[in-house]
């Protein structure tokens, strides 16, 4: 007897499905079985090119189709909620592209809904997922280089300033935050383990989107982090960790190579380098949340930390908006 598969279909023919599509085949418990665009045509030519079985001319016949158990929502920010709770109604899993909405009050809605409706819900970031994540979490509980302190980090890439590009769309819930910024807030809140208490952020806009951001963060016990992102500098995506004994450096974190490594320094010298080799996160993601639909249990990272993260990017628009820092809730 074959082992059982959640049944997922995609709303959408977005950009990022090239990364998100060959990963399936090479999941053990998931597979891809459904696509839909509002366009018939368009979803029939990925569906063909990929071999998928079934395209759809609307979001909501996937979502209607009783061989779909679980969706994939690559949607524009400002979607996500509305297509995710659509999909809760229906009783689809949902893992939803990041951020999972446009703010944390509606996260907030967004979560409880999905539990009201007895559905798994995990927000579609990947690098919480890759082993070499799981080997980073070790150390740095296992106290290899003290206390953490500082952590610094960045998601940066060049992108064409076109107006009509949905990351540059303000009633799309675009800007550089929002779509790279979430990565490093949430890198550094994982590394610390707790929530900031201020933030400090500037930002250069256009059309009321920020094209870079640049923030610091103040965390309990005098701890403090920084970041920037944005759309107007070369890709760059690490993240140190400062520690009381030593340092973590994190080279790719967010889209790491096949030869994923960090490294410990002492005393300005590579005391240790730790390598995970030929592992794909978006494989990892994909079967731990099919995992958990399988085995009826929550999520894991839970989609609580959705609504966490959200809460301090919140924080820092809101800074870079008014110059001035802005606290959190304890």
């Not at 951020?99 to 009201?116: G, M, W, Y």
Request: with cysteine.
């Amino acid at each position: 007897m074959a082992a059982p598969r959640v049944r997922f279909g995609i709303l959408g023919a977005a950009k990022i499905n090239e990364r998100l599509i060959p990963a399936f085949p090479m999941a053990k418990n998931a597979e891809l079985v459904g696509i839909a665009s509002r366009s018939l045509e368009k979803a029939q030519r990925t569906a063909q090119a990929n071999r998928i079985p079934h395209a759809f001319d609307s979001y909501e016949a996937l979502l209607d189709d009783r061989r779909i158990d679980a969706v994939y929502i690559p949607l524009p920010n400002h979607l996500h909620a509305e297509w995710t709770m659509k999909a809760a109604e229906r009783g689809k899993h949902v893992l939803c592209e990041k951020p999972l909405a446009s703010d944390a009050a509606e996260a907030l809605r967004v979560v409880n809904f999905c539990r009201k409706m007895g559905v798994r819900l995990m927000e579609g970031f990947m690098w919480p997922h890759h082993p070499r994540t799981a080997k980073l979490r070790e150390f740095l509980d296992a106290g290899v280089i003290g206390e953490v302190r500082r952590v610094t980090s960045a998601f940066t890439f060049p992108l064409e300033l076109d107006p009509r590009n949905i990351r540059l769309q303000h009633d799309m819930a675009g800007g550089s935050a929002m779509d790279v910024g979430c990565y490093p807030i949430y890198g550094t809140r994982w590394a610390l383990g707790t929530e900031p208490e201020r933030v400090y952020a500037t930002a250069e806009w256009r059309e009321g989107v920020d094209l870079s951001m640049s923030a610091v963060l103040e965390f309990p016990g005098g701890r403090t982090a920084l970041f920037d992102c944005g759309f107007t500098l070369p890709f760059r995506g690490d993240l140190e960790i400062v520690g009381t004994s030593g340092v973590v450096r994190v080279p790719d974190l967010w889209l790491p190579p096949r030869q994923a490594v960090f490294q410990v320094v002492r005393d300005n010298a590579i005391a240790e380098e730790i390598v995970v080799q030929d592992e794909d996160q978006i494989v990892h993601m994909i079967q731990n949340f099919a995992a958990a639909v399988l085995e009826g249990r929550e999520v894991r990272p839970s989609p609580d930390q959705a609504i966490a993260t959200l809460h301090v990017l919140d924080a820092v628009r809101h800074s870079a908006r008014q110059g001035q820092p802005v606290g959190l809730p304890s």
